[in-house]
């Protein structure tokens, strides 16, 4: 068997953490190391077989702050040592894990400030990641950790705020592996734009909930956006427009569209705004 603790810390002001955060955030650190394990064995999902094999245990709970620690453990046999095949054991999964994390941080980074990394491979299975003044040397199994980590680390800072959890760390003795603050609080959240320009397209008007001025509706193929279903939102000012249109098969409105994007996907169409129904096409 291979062992090693790391120690979480939830940590902030309060005299008390709600029971949900506190299961989210342990819930978030379990899915991000599962997450190192299953790219390390090359496999898309954990099955009972795998839970023999790798453990994360909790142990040592302390008082004050929500402090716990981790064994990370390994059973697997002996492994074959073969070039370019990273050896599984607890001390690579957290390795991973950390520069994973890393690497996530600085692409996020980016994003936030409007820029996009570049990618050069220097061997096989190995990257330079320049962004700005700033570079670091990934592998595959990197990127792949952080692209199915990302969600789950956006989680975890959707539970930071203040007058709460407003600190969690995974570290040891040596060093701090992960930490996040106050600060990051929406830092893995997607960037959100709006297109100023204005768009006329035909569309048909399937779903539309009055309460919320929100619904669902059809792009028609061949137009200033691609076809297909796509969510809206529209004004109390064309709220009985918005229902009378449903009768129609097809409308055309005016709209103006919110895009979002992150580091992996391109960007694409969050939802429409709905600014006027002009005409029955």
């Avoid at 076809?227 to 529209?234: D, L, P, R």
Wanted: charged share 30%; proline share 2%; hydrophobic share 35%.
């Amino acid at each position: 068997m291979d062992k090693l603790s790391i120690r979480l810390s939830i940590e902030g002001n309060a005299e008390s953490f709600i029971l949900h955060d506190v299961t989210t955030v342990l819930t978030e650190i379990q899915h991000i190391i599962d997450r190192t394990y299953l790219v390390l064995n090359n496999r898309s999902r954990l099955v009972k077989q795998d839970r023999k094999q790798y453990q994360i245990q909790a142990t040592r709970f302390s008082k004050g702050s929500f402090i716990a620690d981790l064994d990370i453990l390994v059973f697997l046999k002996d492994q074959l040592i073969l070039p370019l095949i990273p050896i599984i054991n607890a001390k690579s999964i957290v390795a991973y894990t950390e520069y994973a994390y890393k690497y996530l941080r600085l692409i996020y980074g980016m994003k936030k400030r409007g820029l996009e990394p570049t990618f050069h491979e220097v061997s096989f299975n190995t990257y330079v990641v320049e962004a700005g003044e700033e570079s670091m040397i990934i592998d595959q199994e990197t990127y792949h950790i952080a692209q199915g980590a990302r969600e789950y680390y956006k989680r975890l800072t959707n539970t930071i705020e203040e007058n709460g959890i407003e600190s969690i760390k995974l570290s040891d003795e040596n060093k701090c592996y992960v930490e996040l603050g106050l600060k990051d609080r929406g830092f893995f959240d997607n960037v959100v734009k709006i297109e100023d320009k204005e768009i006329s397209i035909n569309v048909d008007i399937y779903k539309f909930d009055k309460d919320t001025n929100t619904g669902r509706l059809y792009v028609f193929p061949d137009q200033t956006i691609p076809g297909g279903s796509y969510s809206f939102e529209t004004y109390d000012r064309i709220k009985m427009t918005t229902i009378s249109s449903m009768r129609n098969r097809k409308v055309r409105i005016q709209a103006v569209c919110y895009y979002e994007s992150n580091p992996f996907d391109e960007e694409h169409i969050m939802r429409l705004i709905v600014l006027d129904i002009k005409d029955v096409a």
